[in-house]
């Protein structure tokens, strides 16, 4: 199994960006996928889920409204978009897939990528 989540960067609070998380090494469009975070100091939080269809969906109450979480089932590729960012969104953000129905618990993903990090400053 492999996640390799790419597009982060540096973004001025108010901007946007769009995440992506590749997957390869088991049958994505069976699987639940995550998006997590962890800002320095801080334990790892959830951000967002997505179901194996893509159909449901659930968001942290920190990021409801600005954050969307997509999947495309073709390209075994799960997204994050992020508009009206905040200073308070920098993190390092984390894919990860689970073995089951969508969660927010942490510890109930199986396999993480290694992140990729956004910066929200002026």
């Known amino acids: 199994v492999q996640l390799v989540e790419s597009g982060g960067g540096l973004v001025q609070p108010g901007g946007s960006l769009r995440l992506s998380c590749a997957a390869s090494g088991f049958t994505f469009s069976s699987y639940a996928m995550g998006w997590f975070r962890q800002a320095p100091g801080k334990e790892r939080e959830f951000v967002a889920a997505i179901g194996s269809s893509g159909a449901s969906t659930n968001y942290a109450d920190s990021v409801k409204g600005r954050f969307t979480i997509s999947r495309d089932n073709a390209k075994n590729t799960v997204y994050l978009q992020m508009n009206s960012l905040k200073p308070e969104d920098t993190a390092v953000y984390y894919c990860?897939?689970?073995?089951?129905?969508?969660?927010?618990?942490?510890?109930?993903?199986?396999?993480w990528g290694q992140g990729t990090q956004v910066t929200v400053s002026s």
């Open positions: 990860a897939v689970r073995n089951g129905p969508r969660s927010q618990q942490t510890y109930r993903y199986d396999y």
